[in-house]
């Protein structure tokens, strides 16, 4: 496992700078192992990325290594996937780098009624709160028009990967149900996001 302060959800992309060498061995090990290369990503939602002593989330994405290039004999860049959504059961000792016992979480109600309509109400949504926040110079300006997929499962994460939104309510997005659940938590933030947003600007 590897707790950041960050939340990457299915589909996203994580480049990383691996320098630890607890995470150096991680690395190591992934690709040591038969199969697709791939660790277990969670939220640290108290305490610091560095040297352990943190609390984690329980709930979690597995990352895929896609690209990995060793800098020199002490720091890895990795290029890493979002593959699917994972429920972390009990957080296992460090030894010698965070472990944890994890099972698949698929999404409840991925061909819901309705969503392709919720996912262009959204969408329209996110593209005007990055709009506001391109105004404010917090994101780029090509981002406001960037494509989401069209199966509404794996739009609900691109938005909610999308949205300028902070990793506390990435992470609530992350944990809802399934993407019609997903997408009311997204408008629900976006009340607030846009509020903040607008009051900036004024």
């Known amino acids: 496992m590897f707790p950041l302060g960050m939340v990457l959800l299915p589909g996203g992309v994580l480049p990383l700078h ?12 992934c690709l040591s192992d038969d199969g697709e290369p791939e660790f277990g990503q969670a939220l640290i939602t108290h305490g610091s990325e560095a040297g352990g002593g943190d609390e984690r989330a329980l709930v979690g994405t597995v990352a895929q290594m896609i690209q ?10 990795l290029v890493t996937v979002g593959t699917r959504r994972i429920r972390i059961n ?4 460090d030894d010698p780098y965070p472990i944890a016992d994890v099972e698949d979480w698929p999404d409840s109600s991925p061909d819901a009624p309705g969503l392709d309509d919720a996912v262009t109400s959204s969408h329209a949504r996110v593209r005007a709160a990055l709009a506001l ?8 300006a090509e981002v406001v028009d960037s494509d989401i997929s069209t199966d509404p499962l794996v739009a609900s994460y691109h938005l ?3 949205a300028p939104i902070g990793p ?4 609530r997005l992350l944990t809802a149900s399934g993407p019609a659940d997903r997408l009311a938590v997204l408008d629900e933030v976006l009340d607030d996001v846009e509020a903040m947003l607008k009051f900036r600007l004024t």
């Open 18 to 29: 691996v320098f630890e060498p607890r995470y150096r061995q991680l690395v190591v090990d």
């Open 68 to 77: 990995v290039e060793a800098l020199d004999d002490d720091r890895y860049a």
């Open 90 to 93: 009990a957080w296992l000792p």
């Open 133 to 140: 926040a391109a105004e404010l110079g917090d994101v780029s």
């Open 160 to 162: 909610a990967a999308l």
């Open 168 to 171: 506390a309510d990435r992470y």
